[in-house]
Structures are given as C-alpha cells and as structure tokens.
C-alpha cells in the first residue's frame, strides 16, 4: 500500500493546493502512480488538474456522505500516472451532514483501503480550517506536509496545527508523522524571507525540506489553465522546485525503507 501524504496549514494562502497539484504531477512524472483527493469544497485543486468544478457529477462529498465507492469516482487527468478524486460545491453540507455519523473521523481512511493499494503516493488537498473533512485527512495520512508562506505572520497558525496532530495522534492515528515543511511563496531578494527562513528553520529543527518554492509567475498562472506546472511550463523555476521537492520526498522515503 502507498503512503498518504496530507497536506495540512490551518492558515489560508500558504500553497496547499499548488503543493498537492504540481507535487502529485511531479511525482507521477518520476513513474510513481499518485492519486489526489481534493478534499476542499472550493475545489481548486480540482479545476487545477483540468477538470471543471461544474462538470462533476460524483465527487469525494458522494463517498464520503453517500457511501459511493471511490473506485468510482477517480478521474484521469493530463498524465497517465496521476488520479484524481475531485471535489464539489456539496462538500460544505458534508461538515453538517456527518455530524451524527459515528467514527466519522475514519470515514476517508476506510474508503481509501479498497483502492490506496494502486497507488504508489495518495495525496490528500485539507481545507484552510479545523473540520470534519480535515481531520479525516489527517486520521487516514501517514504523515503530514506543512506548507508555510514566507511572510511576516508565517507562525501564526502553526502552533494550532501542532496541537491538533498532537490531539489526532492521542485520538486517532498515533502513527501520524510531520513528513517536512516547505516554504513557499520564497522571494530571496528580501530580508524579510530570509529572516522568516531562518526563524522557521528554528522553530522546525530537523524538519524543514531543503527544497523552496518560489514566488513564480508561471507557477500562479497554471491553475487556470487546468495544468500542472510541468505541463505548462516545465522550464519555469516553478516546475524545477515541484520537481526538487518529489525527489526529496522520494528520497526520504526510501531512507525511511532502508
């Protein structure tokens, strides 16, 4: 079975959904076999693998509400290797209608044991808060990636996920492990980023990725198109640090392995 990486910042605008995108592409590019759940109601990480939010007629929401198997609703996208289970508009009922579900925390991990196995990396998009949707990610991921802009405020925030790991770990899924924190949004021309680098550096002793994602026009301008940033541009800086990060990724998963 795959790992499942969940990509989690209660802080909005930090690149959660530009990481899942072009970090699942980047990976399917290096012959890993990926699937990306979109588990965020604005589905932009849907619309930013080509599929138009309007035109989905099952999402994550039928699965996970529904009980519809997710071997139906996975999609291709512009790369062989790389999957998706999309998500819609309904998924902002699902926080209201799981409330008296039991074990709801544990709905997503139970749905993907029936298809994680075909996958080589499932890659799990939270919404930018603490809710049923994101805690189900967190109970079902093996480890967590934190995207964290370079900007003044770039703890605030961090410390809530923290606590809340912590509380999934006690409660839920003690074998969950932070995989790294990425900084994105990096501009090394100023002080500013270079400070907030260091500080983070600090503060995640042992856990910062030596990969940074860069404030790149390219890179902001794909979604739009329904493309990962190595299919619309692989020469941009952008797709070079995607790649970057999956080859760090991969490598410290066969260090983990070996």
């Known amino acids: 079975m795959g790992k499942t990486i969940a990509i989690a910042n209660q802080k909005g605008g930090v690149g959660k959904t530009t990481t899942a995108i ?38 994550i929401y039928h699965s996970l509400v529904l009980d519809e198997p997710l071997k139906g609703i996975i999609l291709d996208t512009d790369l062989e290797n790389l999957k998706l289970i999309p998500a819609d508009k309904n998924l902002t009922g699902a926080v209201v209608e799981l409330i008296e579900v039991p074990e709801r925390e544990f709905i997503l991990k139970r749905l993907l044991c029936h298809v994680a196995g075909q996958f080589d990396f499932v890659i799990v998009d939270t919404p930018p808060s603490l809710n049923v949707l994101t805690l189900n990610a967190l109970v079902a991921a093996d480890s967590v990636l934190i995207p964290i802009q370079c900007e003044y405020f770039a703890l605030e925030g961090v410390t809530d996920l923290l606590e809340t790991l912590n509380r999934v770990r006690s409660n839920y899924n003690p074998d969950l492990s932070i995989l790294g924190v990425v900084l994105t949004m990096f501009d090394e021309r100023t002080n500013l980023a270079n400070q907030v680098r260091a500080d983070l550096k600090n503060f995640f002793s042992g856990k910062m990725l030596n990969t940074v994602i860069p404030r790149n026009v390219r890179l902001a301008e794909a979604p739009s198109f329904g493309k990962p940033i190595i299919i619309y541009d692989i020469r941009s800086k952008g797709a070079e640090s995607y790649v970057n990060l999956a080859r760090e990724i991969l490598n410290h998963e066969k260090e983990s392995v070996g």
């Open 22 to 59: 072009n970090l699942g592409a980047a990976l399917a590019a290096a012959d890993m076999k990926v699937l990306v759940v979109d588990m965020d109601a604005q589905a932009n990480c849907t619309s930013g693998l080509g599929t138009s939010k309007d035109c989905v007629q099952k999402s």
